[in-house]
């Protein structure tokens, strides 16, 4: 365990679904990430939170929509998703948003069918 | 925008033996440098970084890495790698700012 917990693990979706991942951490960290991680590319930034502010957001489609109601907590709500958009959520942790490292969570395994 | 660049997708390398695992970056602002290792059905975890100071970082599981300004290289080198070491390895680049830039990972397998 890392600190930063990713549930679902795996999750199977049709494209018309709702669904949401949730990402939790006690380590006292005031920003969290989501990244999308395919076969073969770079990580992808997806959404930046600071302090419950989402700080960027990297012209991400409007069928992924975070949330982050505290600072321990995030989601990624999604729906109306494509099979492109199969891939492993990852989401993450630092202290701010400086020259930290971050801590990961183990990701959640999305498959859309 | 930074790009990082690993050269190597995939490393063979025999039990005990020596393993460079080469990353540069595009950029030669100053950066801070990082390695991740990833698991099988992990996420990442962080195996050392580079923000300042000595340019040659020594991070977990024996890993070390050198900072080459000059040639905007970070390679990772360990001089005897176990079985255990078997898994993906990410650098990644962190100009000021909130973005990290990633490369595309090398796969490291450790053959018995």
């Known amino acids: 365990e890392t600190g930063v917990t990713q549930t679902p693990r795996h999750l199977v979706m049709g494209m018309t679904n709702k669904k949401s991942l949730k990402c939790e951490q006690h380590?006292?960290?005031?920003?969290m990430y989501w990244y999308k991680q395919s076969a073969k590319k770079p990580l992808e930034l997806m959404f930046v939170?600071?302090?419950?502010?989402?700080?960027e957001n990297n012209s991400v489609p409007s069928r992924f929509s975070p949330e982050c109601p505290n600072s321990s907590h995030l989601f990624l709500h999604l729906h109306t998703l494509q099979p492109e958009d199969s891939a492993l959520y990852l989401c993450?942790?630092?202290?701010?948003?400086?020259?930290?490292?971050?801590?990961f969570g183990s990701g959640t395994r999305l498959t859309v069918v | 925008a930074q790009s990082v660049t690993q050269l190597d997708s995939q490393v063979p390398v025999f039990e005990e033996a020596p393993v460079e695992l080469r990353c540069n970056y595009s950029?030669?602002?100053?950066?801070?440098l990082f390695w991740y290792v990833q698991y099988p059905n992990q996420g990442l975890q962080l195996l050392l970084k580079?923000?300042?100071?000595?340019?040659l970082v020594k991070g977990i599981n024996g890993f070390e890495a050198e900072f080459n300004k000059s040639q905007t290289s970070f390679h990772l080198r360990k001089p005897s790698v176990h079985i255990s070491d078997t898994a993906e390895y990410f650098c990644?680049?962190?100009?000021?700012?909130?973005?990290?830039?990633f490369g595309t990972g090398t796969s490291l397998t450790v053959i018995p």
């Open positions: 993450a942790s630092s202290p701010g948003t400086a020259n930290y490292g971050y801590t």
């Open positions: 380590l006292g960290h005031n920003a």
């Open positions: 939170y600071n302090f419950k502010e989402q700080t």
């Open positions: 950029s030669s602002v100053s950066v801070y």
């Open positions: 580079y923000l300042s100071g000595s340019t």
């Open positions: 990644a680049v962190k100009p000021t700012g909130n973005q990290f830039y």
